[in-house]
């Protein structure tokens, strides 16, 4: 079979993308495909795979000035061209927006390419966190409490501070249509707030302000329908941020987590509704905080999950005794039989 490995892309994943992207392919090529490595922000100019996979990931992620040299236009021309013209499937490891938001997706239904994971539609509400959290409260999944805004909409500071001693501190202050941690900070004191907003509305129109949950961070992976073995997550320091996710030996992941079989189950189950909450399908992770009242509560559902050597997914496999390239191999077929 003829796979497109569509890695890279212009979000500040880009690196974490490629890290990925690398796996991946050297999966499918071990499993016997023939593999072609697709950037999609760099349209139809391409580099060497080489050159492309040597850009690993680092302490941080790619600098605003680099991101704004790849412009989001060279996704159409991309897959548009010769590149795609015999291609099977394609395998979409592209991480945030453009790539994670259905973007890519659209493009590939308006080829009739085949591609992996979740469709359009469940793809962007996952990537979107306010619209995720209705679909839970609506389908009866506990969720954070927590406030939204447009940076365009309002003069910010009474409003938002407002809000948030209506939640409490501390609180959780993120972008609402990012991934991997990025522009995350916990903030303690009113005084911390503004610099945190600041840095979330450079990456999103919203912003999203949660009640900070203390307790037990656990994570499910979905392969199939199915869900695999919980993973607790404990960050040596601080929470686990950009750097404690792509940064060896900072986090200790204890798979399968220590908790007992009754509550494993449950989360495995809550984990389930909230993947289907949304549409999606095929394969991708579902986040929970543990609170005091032992409710776990879901933060959301990532539908390209990271595939780096660090990442949840394949530990989970691994622990239900898949290998890294059967699980490649098990995403690609039920991608071509649309499961």
């Known amino acids: 079979m003829k796979i497109a490995v569509l890695l890279g892309g212009s979000s500040p994943e880009r690196y974490v993308s490629i890290s990925s992207g690398k796996g991946i392919i050297n999966a499918l090529r071990e499993a016997g495909h023939d593999v072609v490595a697709v950037d999609p922000a760099l349209g139809r100019n391409q580099i060497t795979e080489t050159e492309l996979l040597s850009q690993g990931v680092g302490e941080r992620p790619p600098s605003p000035e680099f991101l704004s040299s790849l412009s989001p236009k060279?996704?159409?021309?991309?897959?548009?061209?010769?590149l795609f013209d015999d291609i099977d499937l394609a395998f979409i490891i592209l991480h945030g927006k453009w790539g994670e938001d259905g973007t890519a997706q659209s493009l590939l239904e308006l080829r009739s390419v085949k591609f992996t994971g979740s469709g359009v539609m469940a793809s962007a509400i996952a990537m979107d966190k306010v619209m995720s959290k209705k679909l839970f409260i609506h389908h009866g999944i506990p969720t954070i409490e927590w406030y939204d805004y447009r940076k365009d909409s309002l003069p910010r500071s009474a409003s938002v501070k407002s809000n948030i001693s209506g939640i409490g501190y501390p609180v959780v202050v993120k972008p609402n249509d990012q991934g991997s941690s990025i522009a995350i900070n916990i903030v303690r004191t009113e005084s911390e707030l503004d610099g945190a907003l600041d840095e979330a509305e450079k990456i999103s129109d919203t912003v999203l302000v949660e009640k900070y949950i203390p307790g037990a961070e656990l994570t499910v992976g979905i392969l199939g329908g199915e869900p695999l073995?919980?993973?607790?997550i404990r960050p040596h320091e601080g929470f686990y941020d950009y750097r404690h996710k792509y940064?060896?030996?900072?986090?200790?992941?204890?798979?399968?987590?220590?908790?007992d079989s009754s509550f494993s189950l449950r989360l495995q189950e809550t984990a389930i509704n909230a993947f289907t909450s949304l549409g999606c399908k095929t394969f991708g992770r579902v986040d929970f905080r543990i609170g005091d009242d032992g409710v776990?509560?879901?933060?959301?559902?990532?539908?390209?999950?990271?595939?780096?050597?660090?990442?949840?997914?394949?530990?989970?496999?691994?622990?239900?005794?898949?290998?890294?390239?059967r699980l490649v191999e098990k995403i690609v077929r039920l991608s071509i039989e649309g499961k």
């Open 296 to 325: 776990p509560y879901c933060l959301e559902v990532n539908t390209i999950p990271g595939m780096t050597e660090t990442s949840l997914v394949p530990k989970a496999a691994a622990a239900a005794g898949i290998t890294f390239t």
């Open 74 to 82: 060279n996704y159409l021309s991309s897959i548009d061209s010769h």
């Open 247 to 259: 940064t060896k030996g900072m986090t200790e992941y204890l798979v399968p987590a220590p908790i």
């Open 229 to 232: 073995p919980v993973i607790e």
